[in-house]
């Protein structure tokens, strides 16, 4: 039976560098706190006229041409964000045209930060039932268009980027070795956006005057559960596909805080070495955090044929998974 192998990678984040020190003329905040309390020194800013689905356009270029899959022979897009372009069409369908992906059907999908994983999920049944061979999977986010700066708990946050991902059939022993996938709707209100909807539509003045259309977030709540969450689906795709943490050679979680990524290291006993962190230049940079951390991984070469790897991601929602993948 086919399952899915990853077979390139490709990111491309905007050249604007929005540093601490640029924070703190914007608000009450230092350079210290955001580094101590975050690991974050700078991430990146998209100008005014650049558009996401260029940069998810030029990642996805370049994950088909790691992996040597002609743009004809795409199956499916997939496409996780919570900022794109215009909520109609979808990016993954601006996507597939800017591409000329003439073949592939495509959609987005709003899983918060955990979008790549549920996209690695999604997209490796698509290719296990035989659906699809060849799946661009893409994370993408301007979320500093979304960033409220008088709100110094969150702004310092995010980062805008996009990371891409060639999933391509496979019987080898290479690819996804096991995937898990969760919600819970209950803690919605711990990561929101609560304007822009149809419930707070954005053409209505007092949607913007009462500052809805802006990330919140219940930081302090959200770092327990999302550790704790995280350490539970790692050891479920561990068990599952008969490994321990000691057979890990790297993981690549979803970059929010470094110090959740030192917190669910330890409560899995993987060391500080063997986890991937570039939190500290890009930010939180939601779906799309995953896959450009992926992406400079490997074209750093730090990854080597065989490796095991394992995926971890929490988000709004709220959602979460893993991911277990053997290079
Ligand atoms: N600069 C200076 N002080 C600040 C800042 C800032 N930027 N932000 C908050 N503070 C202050 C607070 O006002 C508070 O002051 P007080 O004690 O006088 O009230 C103090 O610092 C501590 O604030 P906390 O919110 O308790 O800080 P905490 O250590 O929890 O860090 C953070 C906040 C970074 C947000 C952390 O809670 C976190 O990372 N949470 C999880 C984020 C996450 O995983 N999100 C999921 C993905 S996001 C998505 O899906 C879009």
Partial sequence: MFHACIAGTGRAVPGKVLTNADLTRLVDTSDEWIVTRTGIRERRQAADGEVLSDFCVEAARQALEAGNVSVKDVDAILVSTVSPDAPIPSMACIVQHKLGAKKAAAWDQNAGCAGWLYGLHIADGLIQSGKARNVLLIGGEFLTRYADYTDRATCVLF?????????????????????????????????????GGSTHPPNRPETLEQRLPFIKMMGGETFKVA?????????????????????????????????????????????????????????????????????????????????????????????????????
């Avoid at 980027?161 to 209100?189: F, M, N, P, Q, Y």
């Avoid at 080597?304 to 991911?323: C, S, V």
């Fill in 159 to 195: 980062g805008d980027g996009a990371g891409a991902t060639l999933l391509k059939a496979t019987k080898s022993d290479r690819g996804v070795l096991a995937s898990t996938i969760r919600c819970d709707g209950e803690g919605a209100a711990f990561i929101s956006m609560p304007g």
């Fill in 227 to 327: 550790v704790r969450s995280m350490v539970d689906v790692c050891r479920e795709v561990l068990q599952e596909s008969g490994f321990e943490t000691d057979e890990v050679s790297w993981l690549i979680p979803h970059q929010a805080n470094d110090r959740i990524i030192s917190a669910v290291g330890e409560r899995l006993g993987i060391p500080k070495e063997r986890c991937v962190v570039n939190i500290d230049r890009y930010g939180n940079t939601s779906a799309a955090s995953i896959p450009i951390a992926l992406d400079e991984f490997v074209r750093e070469g730090r990854i080597k044929r065989g490796d095991l790897i394992l995926f971890t991601a929490f988000g709004a929602g709220l959602t979460w998974g893993a991911g277990l993948v053997r290079w």
